[in-house]
């Protein structure tokens, strides 16, 4: 039990929330970034906020650093309110997207600006520095200037900076967006890698939906100034609460269709787009005959030439167009009724041996357990 | 790069010939042995030692120095403080004729700026001499530092500011600390700039100094009156001199404004 609750402590109800965020709306005008969000974040999580822009992630982020004042609700960190306090008087540091690295300062002076703010002995400040600078391995940059630097080094600097304070905790905004596919996926890693040794609680800004599933402990799905869902990223994969959460995160696949009622194997969807009766193993409560959607993931698509030895969830269908992107190939399958399905494929043979090509018939299938059930 | 046509080399020296060949006679006929002004009777500096002992000279060049030094330092404080609230204030209330007000100066004819100065001196009985024109060229020369400040802030990353503050400097401090040290080029070429307006201007001081507060550039323009001589080619060209020194200045700080 213990176990589960410092890992997962959001799902054991005597744990204290970090940070609360209470029914927080943020007006500009007429427009609500954020309307009447209230959400808990525990010690050392790196909780991601995703999005997509203008969803009001960035507005909830700088209401946390203190940039903004929400226009009602409070935050507490903690346990102590700060709405009201300043952001040169919060325990909290950001990263900024643009890194906001100090031009006429080198790295270390950068670095030690915040320690300086808080009258430090020089000593202690010089450690201090020493130390961020190993963590971010930037020790013989330390007296360069900002504009001598890469990307990369901006980027490890400017976290550096945000660290050095020992904030209880820090904000990200965007941090890895100006860098490379490449940079970034490593430097994922070192963010984990810094967040678990440091033990600091992280709450990062992203559009990236891929970043957010790899860094985070737990992720806000954001949209118009409201959260729709708050989950692992394996929760929100897996068991998304609406339609266009399944859709934001990742490729996905809907068969609508009007609930028939549950059986042994689970819900039966009488699907227009499928054409027939279609299975799923969550049961569903609801009236009979509403309209309802499964969501299959294409990865979960069986494709294959030959008919499988199954009665249920069968589909037969043409292959109208591959995407091929080495390791896995996306087969968009065109059903008999018009409406195409997407199923992919790793490609475990190399493609000379390749037997499914443009115009082949095919069959999908998939499990039972494998279909989402969404009412919405 | 494109090559230079042969009709663009003429017509580039052409035009730098128009612009520049009567400051270089001037130049040059300042170091003439004879004293008419328009026949070379060989070279000589005498006319420069001729100025050191003319006193109403002197005196006209300390009264520019002083005012063209007090003048363009209190315009770059006013003028600095107007260009930040522009780029950063956002869209407060009369920010149009706010803006309007700060650069009117910049097209309002300088007779129309120094006849309405001088009214407003004599309304309210301002004896004119050094501080007048003083406080005409601060009036005049701050929409100038105004949009060098206003320009250079546009461009300015508001979350520097902000990583400041986050990181627990006070708001006053992130100023001094901060954005102070970042616009400082700007700041320069702003004092710069207002130096060598006030340095040669003959407009506006010629309405609004009284006696004893002679410019240098009004004494040049009497001294003409009575004829060019070589002693006004000589402090000419010593004018000249000091306006390139302040331009090439604020340029080459402007330049290394952009590098960073």
Redesign the interface.
Known sequence: MTEISTLEPWKDSAQRPYIEIKNVTKKFGDFSAIDNLSLNIYKNEFFSLLGPSGCGKTTLLRIL???EKPTEGSILLDGEDISQV?????P???M???Y?????MSVEKNIA??LK??KLPANEIKDRVDEMLELVQLTELAKRKP?QLSGGQSQRVALA??LA?RPKLLLLDEPLGALDKRLREQTQFELMNIQEKLGVTFVIVTHDQEEAMTVSSRIGLMDAGHLTQVATPTEIYEAPVNRDVADFIGDVNFLEGTFKGNDNIGTQLDSDDAKCIVYATQATDVDIGRKLWFAIRPEKLEISKKKPDFENNVLKGRIEDISYVGCMSTYHVKLDNGKVLKACRANRERSAEHHLTWEDEVYLHWLPHSAIVLQS | MTRLTLFNKTSLILGFAFLYIPIIILIVFSFNESKLVTVWGGFSTKWYGELMSNQGIKDAAWVTLKVAFTSSTIATFLGTIAGLVMAKFGRFRGRTLFSGMIYAPMVMPEVIIGLSLLLMFVALSIDRGVMTVTLAHITFSMCYVAVVVQSRMSSY?D??N??????????F?TFIL?TL??IMPAVISGWLLSFTLSLDDLVIASFTSGPGSTTLPMKIYSMVRLGVTPEINAVSTILVGLVALGVVAGSFIGKKQK??
């Not at chain 1, 300043?86 to 919060?90: V, Y």
């Not at chain 2, 902000?162 to 708001?171: H, I, N, R």
């Open positions: 650093a203190g940039f300043p952001p040169h008087l919060r909290i540091n950001m900024f997207q643009s906001a690295l100090f031009p006429h600006f915040g703010q808080d504009n900076r945000s304070k | 990353d979350s520097i902000e990583a400041a503050l986050d990181l627990g400097c006070t708001p401090k901060i040290p970042i590098i960073n």
